[in-house]
């Protein structure tokens, strides 16, 4: 069965501090988009698990989070299957996109469904979770507020159609260090309830206003690419530009598709993925 994994982006973000667990309070608005991943997964009787896919970036099989989805699946289900998954990857690594839980959800998900619905929604977003704060969010989708590591979800309704420019700068962002660096600086808190609140009553232009991302304060200090592009977007013709989750994707959203491309398209700096994607809307 062959699938898609769609990426996410941040439109608001807040870290509320560490917890004596070592894990992070968290309040983030979380929005799906169409850029995704393939996976081409099947069950096998062999009871083993292969994943090939198109990119090195992912690391080698067994640490991919894919075939810890898979692993974590199959033997909870304990029905003596395996599984075979063909990994096309279209979102870029550790972009802050959501690339790995959007594949980890997409697995969940057609296991699942190729083993008859054995278990329910919120069976698989606790397996999700397991093994990532935004599997969760990535198996729900749409749009949400979500709260605590990110496991408390709230589907939202209101969200305006948007194109979104992603340009990826050529950095790379660990999550684990740029946590680290929120531990160590003080950065201001955006109002994710506010935000969250003008979604519900399609007040875009209020969700502009109050939405922030506390990673970008603090990451942005030390890469001058991300302000670089945002003043891209913003010069032609984005409502709204931010860095997305830990970074250092930076987005901007458009009322077009035509607009999003030219956007794109004349952007003359550096970069090491990105394209436009849909915002996908909660029905």
Request: aromatic share 8%; net charge negative.
């Amino acid at each position: 069965m062959k699938v898609k994994a769609n990426a996410k982006i941040n439109l608001s973000l807040d870290v509320m501090g560490k917890r004596e667990d070592g894990y992070h309070d968290i309040c983030m608005i979380l929005q799906e988009i169409d850029l995704c991943d393939y996976l081409d997964i099947s069950l096998n009787t062999t009871g083993k698990i292969s994943l090939t896919c198109n990119s090195a970036d992912t690391g080698k099989e067994f640490d991919n989070i894919a075939y810890k989805a898979a692993k974590l699946f199959l033997e909870k289900a304990q029905n003596g299957y395996g599984c075979d998954m063909v990994l096309e990857k279209r979102i870029p690594v550790c972009a802050g996109l959501g690339g790995g839980s959007a594949d980890a959800a997409a697995v969940l998900k057609t296991l699942n469904e190729l083993c008859s619905n054995l278990f329910d929604m919120t069976t698989l977003m606790e397996m999700g979770l397991s093994l990532g704060a935004d599997v969760p969010f990535c198996i729900m989708g749409g749009t949400a507020i979500a709260r605590g590591i990110g496991e408390k979800l709230t589907p939202l309704y209101g969200i305006c159609e948007k194109w979104a420019v992603l340009i990826k700068p050529a950095i790379n962002i660990s999550t684990k260090d740029a946590y680290h660096k929120m531990d160590s600086a003080p950065y201001p808190h955006p109002d994710v309830d506010k935000a969250a609140q003008c979604i519900q009553s399609g007040n875009m232009h209020g969700l502009y206003e109050a939405a922030g991302n506390c990673f970008e304060y603090v990451i942005g200090h030390e890469h001058s690419e991300i302000a670089k592009i945002k003043a891209h977007l913003m010069a032609n013709g984005a409502e709204f530009a931010m860095m997305s989750g830990s970074g250092p994707t930076v987005y901007g959203l458009f009322e077009s598709r035509d607009d999003a491309r030219k956007a794109f398209g004349s952007y003359d700096g550096s970069y090491s993925g990105g394209g436009i994607a849909r915002l996908v809307i909660n029905e």
